[in-house]
C-alpha cells in the first residue's frame, strides 16, 4: 500500500511529531510519499528534517504556470469531477475567512496532488491539521483522486470551525484523527452525528530513544525549561512576570526558553525591564538533539499555555523522566496526573504560576525523580509512537480494503447493466 502525507509546511522545527508518526507508519510496511503545499523556506538544524526535505515533494515549489497547467489538464481529462470540485470550491470559500478567491487557489493545488498522486500511484492521502491541508486533500478527492483522512489537533480549527468547514471535512474523509479525547468531543460539537463513528482517537507519541533515556540522573541546579514557539498563546510573557517575582524573593534559579517567534522580541524588552538576564535565557530553535538535553538539565519543563492541544514536549518530558507543570486546558489533563507526574496550574493564574514554580525549584530532587519515573511509565502506556503509529496503519489497511469492495461493487454493477442491454 502507497500513501501519501499533506502538510502545510513539511518539515518545520515544530513538526517532529509528524516526521516520527510518518517513520513509525513506514516501519509498518506502508511506503509513505511526503507532500508540503508550501516549499520550506525556514532554516532546518536537525538533520532529520534535512533528511525529510529530500523526500518532500512542495505543491507550490512547481510554480505559477505549472499550477495553471494543471488545472487545464484536470479540466479537460476530468470535466465532471472538475466542475464537482469548483462547486464544493464554491461552497466552501462562500463561508470561509479566506475569501473565495484563495480557496480557488486551494483547487488549482488540489490539481497539482491529483496529478502527482496519480504519477505515483498513491492509494490515500493523510493530512495534517484541519486547515488548508485537508482543504486540499478532500478537494483532490472531489476531483476524482484518492480518498483521505486527516489528523485535527486544535485549537485553532476548533476556534474556526465554521469557516474551516470542519463538517463538510468530516462528511467526507474515510476517517478523522484526534489527538486527545476532549479533541474528539469538540469534533463531535461541529459534525453531525451520523459521522461520529468516523472519529478516532491516535495520540501523538515519542519512540524508544526518548524513552530509554529517563534514568539520566537529575541535576540539583534550580534550571526550569520552556520549549515551544514564542507567541502569546504560548504564556512565555506570564512566566517571565512569574519569573521576576521569584527572582524579588531572592531564589537562584535559571529558565530557559527553547524556541522562536514572532513574540521574542517583546520578551526580551521584559527581560531586560525587570532585569532578569541572569535568570532568563533564549535559546532560539533547538534541534530534537538540543531539545533533549535542555530538558534533561532541567527539573521540570514548564508550559503555562492559553491554548493548547496536547502538546508534544510534555510527552517527551515525562518520557526524559522530568515532571511537567501545566494549565490545566483542553487535553492536558489526560496527559498529566496532578500530584504524581507534574502540576496543572489555573490558566492564566499568575500567582497559581509562581507558586508551583517556586514549589519544584524547592523540591528535593529524589521526589522529582520518582515523580518523572511515573511520567515515564504512563507515557510508555499511552504514547508509544509503534503502538499508536500500529492503530494509524490498521485504518489505512482498512480504508484501503473498504475502498477495493467499493471498487469491485461498481466493476460488478457495470457487468451487469451491460449484461441487461446486451
Known sequence: MKIAYLVNHYPHVSHSFIRREIIGIEAWGIEVARFSIRPCTSALVDEADKLELRKTQSILGVGILSLLLAVIQVFFTKPVHFLR???LTWKIGWHSDRGLV??????????VLLIKSSDLEIAHIHAHF???STTVAMLCHALGGPSYSCTIHGPQEFDRATVLALDEKIKRASFVVAISSFGKSQLYRWCDRQYWSKIHVIHCGVDEKFLREYETPMSEEPRLVCVGRLDEQKGHLLLVEAAAKLAGEGLDFKLVFVG??????????????LNLHNHIEITGWASSTQVRDQILAARALILPSF???????????LALGRPVISSCIAGVPELIEHGN????????SLEDLTATMGKVLQLPVKKLQQMGQTGNELVAQRHNIAVETGKLAALFQSNEVKDLLQQSSIRVGLSDENLVNS
Do not use: F, K
Open 85 to 87: 470540485g469548483l462547486q
Open 102 to 111: 484563495r480557496n480557488l487557489a486551494y483547487l488549482a493545488e488540489a490539481c
Open 307 to 317: 491554548a493548547e492541544g496536547l502538546p508534544v514536549v510534555a510527552m517527551e518530558a
Open 260 to 273: 522562536d517567534g514572532s513574540l521574542r522580541g517583546e520578551i526580551e524588552t521584559a527581560i531586560a525591564q
Open 341 to 348: 507526574c507534574g502540576w496543572l496550574i489555573t490558566p492564566g
Open 130 to 132: 484541519g486547515t488548508n
